[in-house]
């Protein structure tokens, strides 16, 4: 397959390297809307580079990695090439426009899976299956946590989108993801505990939700931008049959003050990149198997907007101190 890469970004130059060494992919172009960046990393590859057009066009199927305000048009340009289309999440910031695209996408029969990576991730895999085989039994809680090692630089907190749609978003995939059910409910708040530049944006650094389920377990989740120990990512659950962590190994960046303690002999997880490597790959080779139709679809533009509607009602819930229902942003 010829695979075309728009966007070269940190994520899509990691994108490109990976899709590069991928049975089945015969050639990786890349394209950019700033045109001198796209020829210097396809040089520093040994690809070709072109316009986003000519990308688009040329190649068997599309993964986009450009900056997350050009997703919903790139996402349609390609559905109507007729291209099988891989994008980084998320479709949009905002639910109206995401609600464009999905019904768009619905509409042209265009095929489009969305970048979740923590669904190839063998952890949360293995959560999910114990869940499914019944053999957790009945899921009482939910604890999921994410740290970042660093705050994101200062010109990209106004475009993130804020902690619980930049950040948190992945976690409430993954929420629904693991346990089959959707939310229902939140209740969310923040604070900017260490780093002001966040509160000149609205946005906070420390944040934590607390979401009900549809059979009424209960899900935790706390956010943070800076964690000195490194990067964590974590999820915790709980059943009448066993319990469970997803992220616990000899890199989790959490050490025991208990006497006698073992410490964690591994270095700490230094980003997403290095958490997640394997989770993308196989995330990749499954959209090459989605894209020549040997799969259905493992991430849908519907999955995209509902993790989104999650982010928007904690958005919600922060601003106006109280419970929101799903359906209040639907």
């Known amino acids: 397959m010829r695979i075309g890469v728009v966007g070269v970004g940190r994520i899509g130059v990691f994108h490109a390297a990976l899709l590069m060494r991928l049975p089945g992919v015969d050639t990786v172009s890349v394209a950019?809307?700033?045109g001198e960046r796209a020829a210097r990393v396809a040089d520093e590859l040994g690809i070709a580079s072109d316009t986003i057009d000519a990308t688009i066009e040329k190649s068997d199927a599309v993964v986009i990695t450009a900056a997350t305000e050009a997703h919903t048009d790139l996402i349609v340009q390609a559905v109507d090439a007729g291209k099988p289309t891989f994008c980084e999440k998320?479709?949009?910031?905002?639910?109206?426009?995401?609600e464009a695209v999905v019904a768009h996408v619905n509409r042209s029969g265009g095929r489009v899976q969305m970048g979740f990576q923590r669904r190839?991730?063998?952890?949360?895999?293995?959560?999910?299956?114990?869940?499914?085989?019944?053999?957790?039994?009945?899921?009482?809680?939910?604890?999921?946590?994410?740290?970042?090692?660093?705050?994101?630089p200062d010109a990209y907190i106004p475009k993130s989108g804020g902690i619980f749609r930049d950040f948190g978003v992945h976690d409430f995939?993954?929420?629904?993801?693991?346990?089959?059910?959707?939310?229902?409910?939140?209740?969310?708040?923040?604070?900017?505990?260490?780093?002001?530049?966040?509160?000149?944006?609205?946005?906070?650094?420390?944040?934590?939700?607390?979401?009900?389920?549809?059979?009424g377990a209960l899900g935790t989740l706390s956010l943070a931008r800076h964690d000195p120990l490194g990067y964590d990512i974590r999820m915790e659950l709980h059943g009448s049959g066993d319990s469970v962590v997803v992220g616990w190994d000899d890199r989790t960046p959490m050490r025991s003050v208990e006497p006698g303690a073992a410490t964690l002999p591994g270095p700490a997880y230094g980003g997403f990149?290095?958490?997640?490597?394997?989770?993308?790959?196989?995330?990749?080779?499954?959209?090459?198997?989605?894209?020549?139709?040997?799969?259905?679809?493992?991430?849908?533009?519907?999955?995209?907007?509902?993790?989104?509607?999650?982010?928007?009602?904690?958005?919600l819930s922060r601003t106006e101190h109280r419970p929101v229902r799903l359906e209040e942003v639907s």
């Not at 394997?278 to 993790?307: H, I, K, M, Q």
Request: aromatic content about 8%.
């Open 273 to 315: 990149q290095d958490r997640f490597r394997a989770a993308y790959e196989a995330e990749l080779r499954a959209f090459l198997e989605f894209a020549n139709g040997r799969r259905r679809n493992p991430c849908t533009v519907e999955d995209g907007r509902d993790a989104l509607r999650i982010a928007a009602a904690c958005d």
């Open 32 to 34: 950019d809307s700033d």
């Open 90 to 98: 998320p479709v949009s910031l905002d639910l109206a426009s995401t």
């Open 173 to 215: 995939d993954a929420l629904r993801f693991v346990t089959g059910q959707d939310v229902v409910s939140v209740f969310a708040d923040g604070s900017v505990v260490a780093f002001p530049v966040f509160a000149e944006h609205g946005d906070v650094d420390t944040a934590a939700a607390l979401l009900r389920l549809d059979s």
């Open 120 to 152: 190839f991730d063998p952890g949360y895999v293995a959560a999910r299956r114990l869940v499914e085989s019944g053999s957790l039994g009945d899921l009482y809680s939910v604890r999921m946590i994410g740290h970042d090692p660093q705050p994101p």
